[in-house]
């Protein structure tokens, strides 16, 4: 299951769970897992599985054999998407990983070779260990690296916007 259609997913069950007003939790681990509860019905995101549980399970089942019409999981790489405001987290990336950050005011520190590194919004701060490409979008951003993988001595860059600021670290 692709992450955009995951992040669909874990945020109808929240939304449709609190209109309901049924009891509702949402947990994210250190390690990216989300755990989302509503009544009865689960819904567990991590190490690259997805399962649901709902009122009619007596076990979980792997969202992948309910839907795997819908789509395919990509083996090839990872993807992490940070999304929200006032974040302050360090993420690790294993060289394969492309990072898509969406929203405001976040600090954010990661460790690892990113394959790609995509920012969004506004007034983002991001420091970078390894990275291939980084493309920044929207206003008052500012991402430093410390290196570009592979061959190249930096990272290819795209700046859309006003006042973002790409640069290597002192």
């Not at 939304?15 to 989300?34: E, I, L, T, W």
């Not at 592979?150 to 290819?156: M, N, S, T």
């Amino acid at each position: 299951m692709s992450k955009r259609i995951l992040s669909v997913v874990v945020g109808l069950t929240v939304c449709f769970s609190m209109a309901a007003g049924a009891q509702s939790s949402v947990q994210v681990g250190k390690d990216g897992s989300v755990k989302v509860q509503s009544g009865g019905s689960k819904v567990d995101v991590g190490g690259g599985r997805v399962n649901v549980q709902t009122d009619d399970d007596e076990s979980s089942t792997p969202a992948s054999e309910r839907a795997a019409d819908e789509a395919t999981q990509d083996s090839s790489g990872s993807e992490v998407e940070i999304t929200g405001s006032g974040r302050k987290e360090t993420l690790s990336c294993s060289g394969t990983t492309e990072v898509s950050i969406s929203g405001s005011s976040n600090e954010l520190t990661i460790t690892g070779d990113c394959k790609s590194v995509e920012v969004t919004g506004s007034t983002n701060k991001v420091t970078l260990e390894g990275v291939g490409r980084i493309d920044v979008t929207g206003s008052s951003n500012t991402v430093t690296w410390k290196r570009a993988v592979g061959k190249a001595k930096k990272p290819k860059v795209s700046a859309t916007g006003i006042g973002n600021k790409v640069s290597k670290a002192p």
